[in-house]
């Protein structure tokens, strides 16, 4: 199989893989890194100069691989990764806060309906998101005993 790609999907293609990439392998230490998804960055990575974009992606004769320019690494990671880190920092604050408030009110006796359950922890994450909109962090407190 073939597939074609103009220089300005090339461009686009090349933000997927950076940033699938980085979603996938970035967590991981060395000796977990899921090798199949280096590789296919590299492969794509191998047509940087070919559709216009060497000054994206250079190539290392020493290692024999591929790696994001400083200004393209720079470039992805304001536009996008740091956007949804932010984003999911705010979510996954206000669900665990939402998660925990909510399951500490339960005794155990009680028997609730999973969908009562889930209808419980989203009124309470949307309180917290209400929250975390007007004041940030600024009224979170953590109890180190």
């Known amino acids: 199989m073939k597939i074609n790609f103009t220089k300005k999907q090339y461009r686009l293609l090349l933000d997927l893989v950076y940033i699938g990439r980085f979603v996938i392998n970035g967590i991981r230490t060395s000796d977990q890194i899921l090798e199949e998804y280096e590789e296919i960055q590299q492969y794509v990575y191998s047509f940087a100069k070919k559709m216009g974009c060497g000054d994206l992606v250079e190539y290392n ?7 994001e320019t400083n200004e393209f690494d720079k470039m992805v990671m304001e536009r996008y ?7 999911v920092f705010w979510t996954e604050l206000a ?6 408030d909510v399951m500490k009110g339960s005794t155990g006796k009680d028997e609730i309906k999973p969908e009562e359950l889930i209808m419980k922890i989203w009124a309470r994450e949307e309180e917290y998101n209400e929250e975390f909109y007007e004041n940030g962090l600024d009224n979170v407190k953590v ?3």
């Open 61 to 67: 004769r020493e290692s024999n691989m591929f790696y």
């Open 81 to 87: 990764i740091e956007e949804y880190d932010a984003e």
């Open 95 to 100: 669900t665990g806060l939402a998660e925990r």
């Open 143 to 145: 109890d180190m005993k």
